[in-house]
């Protein structure tokens, strides 16, 4: 589902690489791992690191259709569905607000790992606690279950390390093909409110979602007001429940937009979307000024 991938398959005006199985032979017959699998097997490499980590790391741009060909950072763009990071340092813990196993969730990742609690003194995690990417995307990519390859590529399982996915992600190379269907939408909202910053609206929407057809989409809003100035927005990360929020609106506008799902694999449904600003009372106003002073007051 990379855009990247899938511009050169447009290019060489093909809808699906389809010499996989072949592929899929080559990289056991050359006993090819990691990186070199990777690149293999057709996808793009973000980091020479020899396990093929991150994988699936989005590009900039891709909820206004771009796909640029810059190598992408995680932190910065996200991942796609099915992406996978990992880092095997002390500080990896789920007690640590800035840990990195709570950056790749936060950045969309599907598979990743962690530390239990990291303190001094505790148990230091090492590289035998987390799983071996390259055995991982061996059977990952040939029908093994997520649950499945993480038993088969940890050298032992133990208390200090936690394993993150959904077991039952399924990613058979041989089963897989391109959707060629836009997201259908369920519904859509926008909540305005006032704060600090001023005016702002919240657009919120369900995509149409079952078994047989899972479906996920970035959202992007374009917006036009009263006096034709235009306002977005775009979110960050693909979901079933996209949302995001249009900032700086002006009292007393109407705006008039479009809303625009994309998915993976740049399907797009784009849907019209209308909402109206009311000016906040006097009374809102004064209660968030007052918010503002006690979140200031430094307790001693």
Not at 4 to 16: D, P, T
Request: charged share 30%; aromatic share 10%.
């Amino acid at each position: 589902m990379d855009c990247f991938v899938r511009k050169k398959l447009k290019m060489e005006k093909k809808n699906s690489i389809d010499d996989m199985d072949a592929r899929l032979k080559t990289a056991e017959e050359d006993n090819l791992w990691g990186v070199e699998e990777v690149k293999e097997l057709g996808f793009r490499v973000i980091s020479k690191y020899d396990l093929g980590l991150p994988f699936m790391v989005m590009p900039k741009g891709l909820a206004e259709g771009r796909c640029d060909e810059e190598v992408p950072k995680w932190e910065e763009t996200g991942f796609y569905p099915g992406g996978m990071g990992m880092e095997v340092v002390s500080g990896n813990g789920w007690n640590t607000k800035g840990g990195q196993i709570r950056r790749y969730i936060k950045s969309g990742v599907s598979v990743t790992a962690g530390g239990a609690p990291a303190y001094d003194g505790g148990p230091h995690i090492t590289n035998a606690t987390f799983w071996d990417n390259r055995i991982l995307m061996r059977y990952l990519f040939r029908g093994k279950d997520l649950g499945e390859a993480l038993l088969l590529s940890t050298y032992y399982v133990n208390w200090s390390t936690s394993l993150v996915g959904d077991p039952l992600m399924h990613t058979d190379l041989r089963e897989t093909s391109i959707d060629n269907t836009p997201p259908s939408v369920e519904d859509i909202s926008a909540k305005v409110d006032y704060g600090p910053d001023g005016y702002s609206a919240t657009v919120k929407a369900t995509i149409k979602y079952s078994y047989e057809d899972p479906e996920v989409a970035l959202l992007r809003v374009s917006c036009l007001d009263s006096r034709g100035q235009e306002v977005t927005g775009a979110a960050e990360l693909f979901s079933r429940r996209p949302s995001l929020q249009l900032k700086s609106l002006e009292p007393d506008m109407d705006y008039v937009c479009k809303a625009t799902f994309r998915d993976p694999y740049d399907n797009m449904t784009t849907i019209p979307l209308k909402f109206k600003v009311e000016k906040a009372s006097l009374g809102k106003k004064i209660f968030q000024g007052l918010e503002e002073v006690v979140k200031g007051i430094k307790i001693k």
